[in-house]
């Protein structure tokens, strides 16, 4: 499709787990978001790539949280030790530019842990 | 920490009703954009506004930028059932990232038929 591809859409692991989340970004984007929307709340940032690198990062709440855009436009977002808190739908958008133009959103990966 | 209030936080109205949505914080914005969400979906924009005063409409939405760049309105005249779901204003803070946006809770919206 022409839009922003996010899988798994829904994922269910043990406390403990590693989790990746993967983020397939609309055609010729090359900047890219991870949000996470935790229940009744708007999206929170938490990492911006722009090509290949991270240019910031500031948002990942720890060091169990990680993401990765190796050839600048397939991106995964990787979960460490995964606890019960992390539960939450992670977004991925896209955008042109780093402006924070029109960021296409894709449907979220909703993660629950047990 | 940087706040984007939104309110109400719930809204339930009646089709052909009017209704106002409003998104305040104590920062400046260089940009504020809203968007619509529903159930299982990523949001979807509706609209940047970036000058102060800024007025934008989209069919029976009207949207406001403050003058001072702080708050903003969302209006909307004789809602739909379509008009149904979540919205969230989000801003780029002035002298922020222009790329990183605080979102607001949202203002869960219902549109009884």
């Known amino acids: 499709g022409a839009g922003v591809s996010q899988t798994p859409s829904n994922k269910v692991t043990e406390k403990g787990k590693y989790v990746e989340l993967r983020c397939d970004p609309i055609?010729?984007?090359?900047?890219l978001y991870w949000y996470r929307q935790s229940l009744g709340q708007g999206p929170e940032f938490l990492i911006y790539f722009q090509g290949t690198g991270a240019a910031d990062d500031s948002g990942l709440p720890n060091d169990r949280f990680f993401a990765v855009r190796p050839e600048g436009s397939v991106s995964t977002l990787k979960i460490q030790r995964t606890e019960r808190g992390d539960s939450a739908v992670y977004l991925c958008a896209s955008s042109k530019e780093s402006s924070a133009g029109e960021l296409f959103f894709g449907e979220g990966s909703r993660l629950t842990v047990l | 920490t940087q706040l984007l209030e939104q309110s109400p936080q719930f809204l339930s109205i009646q089709e052909g009703e009017n209704l106002t949505v409003y998104c305040n914080s104590s920062?400046?914005?260089?940009?504020l954009q809203w968007y619509r969400q529903e159930p299982g979906e990523g949001p979807v924009l509706l609209v940047t506004v970036v000058t102060g005063g800024e007025v934008k409409k989209l069919k029976r939405l009207t949207f406001q930028f403050g003058d001072a760049r702080k708050d903003s309105s969302l209006h909307i005249t004789a809602a739909q059932p379509g008009d149904t779901g979540l919205y969230l204003c989000?801003?780029?803070?002035?002298?922020?990232?222009?790329?990183?946006?605080?979102f607001g809770k949202g203002t869960l919206l219902t549109v009884n038929p």
């Open positions: 920062s400046v914005f260089s940009s």
């Open positions: 055609s010729g984007h090359t900047a």
């Open positions: 989000a801003g780029a803070y002035d002298g922020g990232s222009n790329y990183k946006l605080t």
